[in-house]
């Protein structure tokens, strides 16, 4: 009954100063926080909007949308939302249009516990340019893109990336395109086969110079860059027609391991003579790799895989000079298969002895945590020894050493399906 009694005193007198202002409401309960605002353009309210909100970090807003809201016709948004750290919280409003009318953009504002934030905005009427790309040979495809370089609006004052309109986007099958939401200013264009069978060339059908050519203007000698694009406030711009001009050849097979079964996310690179390289977009799910558009001559691959796969050069060779060269000058190369090994994982425990250290090893197959067969070769300076593993495990003791701190090389040969490996160790000799 007494403690009863003090916690309906306790109640009594908080209400009590609630009601002269003496405290916060917000320390009394869970703070939240709201924004609402109005968003027009030509001074008219704008309806259907996308307006987002995020957290905001040190380096922008975050990329996880908390909230997202609809302007009605009144071109009004509004949220209501949590404030963990109301004393440094910030909250980013980002307004985007699906349809192209604006170009997007963003309003930051500091939290303001119990109380509503206002965020208006007024809009820039965006640009838009259209036009059409299509295939030397008049083949309907999808995989045509158009990639994008013009003034460099940011989404968000902190952040280089996001830009506020697209950077990229594909070509429909009949090969027509659309860039929406473009700020006023002068645009490059550049078109790329998806496909890998043409090279990337600039507007206005001049070429690229390579598979990763940017056409930004940037690359090359003058006019490189291709014919420059100057877009106004709300203008469309129609293009000439586009017609990509240049094949090239490629080179297609299978990445595995050992056992056939499909690597994914494999990076499959092929090195011509000199400095020329070419990459593909990585093995699919089946395994599937395609790398192209290459110039006429000789190249040899390189496969970099994630982990529990060891990269290599094509076929199976350690270095670039003795890998084998896929020759291309008479048309494309298909059926390439490549088969990846296993990374190995040593570990050793290495004994202090007089003059000498006694290291057991251990090797393990990192794909499937087994132990392989083969042979372990430990050195110091011109002292080793070579071990045959019995279920990935062998000991020698390595004599005529030094006292003092001594620094262990172990290298393991590798077996058919699992890799070289070299590791480093450091033991105390008495």
């Known amino acids: 009954?007494?403690?009863?009694?003090?916690?309906?005193?306790?109640?009594?007198?908080?209400?009590?100063?609630?009601?002269?202002?003496?405290?916060?409401?917000?320390?009394?309960?869970?703070?939240?926080?709201?924004?609402?605002?109005?968003?027009?353009?030509?001074?008219?309210?704008?309806?259907?909007?996308?307006?987002?909100?995020?957290?905001?970090g040190d380096d922008g807003f975050e990329n996880k949308t908390l909230d997202v809201d609809t302007t009605n016709s009144k071109g009004a948004y509004s949220f209501r939302f949590a404030t963990d750290?109301?004393?440094?919280?910030?909250?980013?409003?980002?307004?985007?249009?699906?349809?192209?009318?604006?170009?997007?953009?963003?309003?930051?504002f500091k939290d303001r516990p119990g109380r509503t934030v206002t965020r208006n905005a007024t809009l820039k009427r965006a640009g838009s340019i259209t036009g059409s790309v299509r295939r030397g040979d008049g083949l309907p495809t999808g995989r045509l893109r158009v990639n994008v370089f013009g003034p460099f609006d940011k989404l968000d004052p902190d952040r280089d990336l996001p830009l506020s309109y697209p950077e990229s986007v594909k070509a429909a099958t009949d090969g027509t395109f659309t860039l929406k939401g473009l700020p006023a200013g002068t645009f490059y264009l550049g078109f790329v086969d998806e496909s890998r069978t043409y090279f990337p060339q600039c507007y206005d059908n001049i070429p690229g110079t390579n598979y990763e050519r940017d056409c930004d203007g940037t690359n090359g000698p003058a006019g490189s860059g291709g014919t420059t694009i100057r877009v106004t406030a709300g203008q469309r711009v129609s293009l000439e027609p586009q017609v990509m001009s240049t094949?090239?050849?490629?080179?297609?097979?299978?990445?595995?391991?050992?056992?056939?079964?499909?690597?994914?996310?494999?990076?499959?690179?092929?090195?011509?003579?000199?400095t020329n390289t070419t990459s593909g977009d990585g093995s699919s799910?089946?395994?599937?790799?395609?790398?192209?558009?290459?110039?006429?001559?000789?190249?040899?691959?390189?496969?970099?895989?994630?982990?529990?796969?060891a990269s290599q050069w094509f076929d199976r060779r350690d270095t670039r000079t003795s890998a084998t060269a896929?020759?291309?000058?008479?048309?494309?190369?298909?059926?390439?298969?490549?088969?990846?090994?296993?990374?190995?994982r040593i570990s050793a425990k290495l004994t202090p002895r007089?003059?000498?250290?006694?290291?057991?090893?251990?090797?393990?197959?990192?794909?499937?945590?087994?132990?392989?067969?083969?042979?372990?070769?430990?050195?110091?300076?011109?002292v080793s020894k070579t071990v045959t593993l019995v279920k990935g495990k062998g000991a020698v003791k390595l004599s005529g050493l030094p006292k003092g701190k001594r620094r262990i090389t172990i290298s393991y040969t590798g077996t058919s399906s699992t890799a070289a490996a070299t590791k480093v160790f450091h033991g105390t000799v008495r």
């Open 285 to 309: 799910s089946t395994g599937a790799f395609t790398i192209g558009p290459l110039r006429d001559g000789r190249y040899r691959l390189r496969v970099d895989a994630p982990s529990p796969w």
């Open 247 to 274: 094949k090239g050849r490629r080179v297609s097979g299978t990445v595995t391991d050992t056992s056939g079964r499909p690597v994914h996310h494999a990076d499959v690179t092929a090195y011509g003579d000199g």
């Open 1 to 56: 009954m007494k403690r009863l009694a003090r916690t309906s005193a306790f109640l009594t007198v908080l209400v009590a100063l609630l009601t002269l202002g003496l405290v916060a409401p917000g320390s009394a309960a869970s703070s939240t926080g709201a924004v609402k605002g109005v968003m027009t353009l030509d001074g008219k309210p704008v309806k259907g909007l996308r307006v987002e909100l995020h957290l905001t």
């Open 85 to 108: 750290d109301p004393e440094y919280t910030w909250h980013t409003i980002i307004i985007k249009d699906p349809s192209g009318r604006i170009v997007n953009t963003s309003r930051r």
């Open 354 to 382: 007089t003059g000498a250290l006694k290291i057991a090893v251990d090797v393990t197959r990192s794909a499937t945590g087994s132990k392989p067969s083969g042979q372990a070769t430990i050195r110091w300076g011109t």
């Open 326 to 344: 896929i020759d291309i000058a008479s048309g494309d190369v298909s059926g390439i298969r490549v088969k990846l090994k296993s990374r190995a």
